[in-house]
T-cell receptor, first 114, second 114 residues
Framework: NAGVMQNPRHLVRRRGQEARLRCSPM?????VYWYRQLPEEGLKFMVY????????ESGMPKERFSAEFPKEGPSILRIQQVVRGDSAAYFC????????????FGPGTRLTVT | ELKVEQNPLFLSMQEGKNYTIYCNYS?????LYWYRQDPGKSLESLFV?????AVKQEGRLMASLDTKARLSTLHITAAVHDLSATYFC??????????????FGKGTLLTVNP
């Protein structure tokens, strides 16, 4: 049973470019969460999605960031016009149900903005 | 806003010694998690603590939870080099109605020296 998959594992973008991060949840999981980890910090919640719905995006920056979890395919975290401050590790987690079920984390995507 | 504080943030120990990492949180919560993270890797779930007085042990690690004091401890017994990693505690936001949202401490970087 494959775990949470994320790709790419490493992504380098120049300032102003777009970054697309993908997350495939564990089989049987329909709830996806994105977290961001800045250097030497803990993870911070960004957004919680179910299939075709954004449940809570209170941790997402208001501009340039968006997330989706379509009916088919992986969840996508999209960052437009990246800036150096976006450099971080982005982790996706999934759970079988929402509301406190244990979240399983993927390997992360490490974004570097040059 | 839920706050989670860990201490110490840095811990250097000798092999064979015992030590405790502390995790304080600011509001009531249903679940407390301990994770391990190796450099450049994802989070590995160590323990999930659900109720007051809960104690769980795995190998040289033992975690406990005191919900009244809003305190969890991760005790390391007879440390070995393989335990070197960053350890995070995380709490879900159940008191605020968002029990899917994990709030992490900043992490404790543990280095075990021979």
């Amino acid at each position: 049973n494959a775990g949470v998959m994320q790709n790419p594992r490493h992504l380098v973008r120049r300032r102003g470019q777009e970054a697309r991060l993908r997350c495939s949840p564990m089989k049987g999981h329909s709830h996806v969460y994105w977290y961001r980890q800045l250097p030497e910090e803990g993870l911070k919640f960004m957004v919680y999605l179910q299939k075709e719905n954004i449940i809570d995006e209170s941790g997402m920056p208001k501009e340039r960031f968006s997330a989706e979890f379509p009916k088919e395919g992986p969840s996508i975290l999209r960052i437009q016009q990246v800036v150096r401050g976006d450099s971080a590790a982005y982790f996706c987690a999934s759970s079988r149900e929402g509301g406190g079920y244990e979240q399983y984390f993927g390997p992360g995507t490490r974004l570097t903005v040059t | 806003e839920l706050k989670v504080e860990q201490n110490p943030l840095f811990l250097s120990m000798q092999e064979g010694k015992n030590y405790t990492i502390y995790c304080n949180y600011s509001t009531t919560s249903d679940r407390l998690y301990w994770y391990r993270q190796d450099p450049g890797k994802s989070l590995e779930s160590l323990f999930v603590l659900l109720s007051n007085g809960a104690v769980k042990q795995e190998g040289r690690l033992m975690a406990s939870l005191d919900t009244k004091a809003r305190l969890s401890t991760l005790h390391i017994t007879a440390a070995v080099h393989d335990l070197s990693a960053t350890y995070f505690c995380a709490v879900d936001g159940s008191s605020g109605g968002s029990n899917y949202k994990l709030t992490f401490g900043k992490g404790t970087l543990l280095t075990v020296n021979p």
